[in-house]
């Protein structure tokens, strides 16, 4: 029923992940519209992207709006590809014009969007969500090209507020619409708890400016290729205190693997030489602002005002909410909450 019901996509948001989504979709033979600020940059009729293989796309898109009456009445299915801290308010502006049954989905389960989407839609529409990102896609030129760098080899995804068979055939057309194996999970937790970015990007935040005290930095050093053995004990470590959350939630124990699984990986050591050599991970540097004679941390970036304040601050959370003892997630959380606030950063707190 959903397989052949489902003719009309939005994607809430212009980044990255909209830049890869909103055109593959497209070539699948799916009508996808885009809410973005910022419609008058799009080229709707001959927008380009690029594959891993090296081959370019040119695509027709849907309806381009600033304006959610013009492209979300119309959706079977809406993808909200924004950051964290705007998910509630895309949410409100989205819910007047939601079609009955829509499926509000988020491309970040790992930023709060279930939660989000509870508190704002409660259990009147299905919801979903990816455990990791479907692609690793970046904008090369906005609105008018994007690229997908790497495929996913599995989609984890979590649905909520529908019957089982709902729920499954869901899964299958998220299966056949994206291209790749898709699991079900059977807790929405099991998706918004994630070990990728959550902990990916603050292991590496931390252990880059723990001895940072509002100085001019000369380098800007790329993210992962100068990745240290250092960040990997911390994401090994984060990652561990994740998963003793996980065993005293009432969730599957193994619906995440540890980091070191998932890379197939040993030990710290391995673990940095993978994560340098990750092709579509490559030339990408700190968030930092340009300032005369150097550079300084950009509070304002993802890797803040996401990663800590949204993906760890869940972990943090949770973990005191259940009585789990994680030093580590503690420790990073509150190094990034007070470097944050002391250099004028938004907490939300």
Known sequence: MIMTSIKTICI????GQCHAIAPWL?????????????????????????TPDGISHIVSLGKISNQPEDVIPDADVVILTVPAFSNENELKSIKPFLKKNAFVGGVF??????????????????LWGFQRVPFIGKVKEYGKEGNILAYKTEFVIAVENCRQEQKEAFRKWVEAA????????????????SNSNPLLHPARIYTWLMGWNGEVLEDNPLFYEEWTDEASQVYIDIDYDLHNLIKKLPIDNE????????????????????????????????????VDGG???????????????????????????????????????????????KNGGNTGK
């Open 12 to 15: 809430c948001g212009g980044g």
């Open 26 to 50: 497209t070539n699948k033979g799916y009508t996808v519209n885009i809410l973005t600020s910022r419609p008058q940059e799009w080229n709707r009729d001959s927008f380009k992207y690029n």
């Open 109 to 126: 389960a790992s930023n709060g969007f279930f939660f989000s989407a509870d508190d704002v839609l409660g259990d009147q529409f299905p």
């Open 178 to 193: 994206f291209g790749q194996p898709t699991k079900l999970m059977s807790h929405y937790l099991e998706v918004t708890l």
């Open 255 to 290: 619906c995440l693997p540890y980091v070191l699984d998932y890379y197939n990986q040993m030990d710290a050591h391995s673990l940095t030489l993978k994560l340098q050599s990750i092709e579509s991970f490559k030339n990408i540097r700190m968030p930092v602002k340009k």
């Open 295 to 341: 550079y300084v941390p950009d509070f304002t970036s993802r890797y803040f005002a996401e990663d800590f304040l949204y993906g760890l601050r869940f972990v943090y959370d949770l973990s005191k909410k259940y009585n789990v003892s994680t030093p580590m997630v503690d420790k990073v959380y509150q190094w990034g909450l007070n470097l944050i606030s």
